[in-house]
């Protein structure tokens, strides 16, 4: 058997033993943990790209309605000049205070449909 003499000298390698066992083990542990933070990191990265991709075709969508209602805007605005253009009160002036009052409201108008 080990005389206790031997013993003694494999005391400190036990000891290293022991402690190199432990640190690799704490570094298992925290391996780990860096893995499941990394991949919910990754799955939130992922979900974020989601909602990139569906508001980036929200703001397509929105920018062809603009377009089209602009379109459209213009087209009623040529057909009511064609209307008007032969009724002559329609050439008539009009006062300031009811014209800045007709502006102000459209603008407003078009600042509440605004984005």
């Given amino acids: 058997m080990l005389n206790l003499k031997t013993l003694h000298k494999l005391y400190p390698f036990i000891v290293i033993i022991f ?3 432990c640190f690799i083990y704490q570094l298992y542990q925290s391996n780990q943990a860096y893995k499941k933070e ?3 990191l990754l799955d939130e990265i992922h979900q974020l790209q989601q909602k990139i991709i569906n508001d980036n075709k929200i703001i397509v969508q929105n920018e062809a309605k603009k377009q089209e209602l602009e379109n459209q805007s213009l087209e009623l605005q040529e057909k009511l000049d064609e209307l008007l253009k032969d009724i002559p009160c329609a050439n008539q002036y009009v006062p300031n205070d ?5 502006y102000s409201r459209a603008k ?3 600042q509440s449909t605004a984005p």
Wanted: hydrophobic content about 45%; overall charge positive.
């Fill in 19 to 21: 402690f190199s066992t």
């Fill in 38 to 40: 990394n991949a919910k």
């Fill in 98 to 102: 009811i014209a800045n009052r007709l």
């Fill in 108 to 110: 407003s108008i078009r």
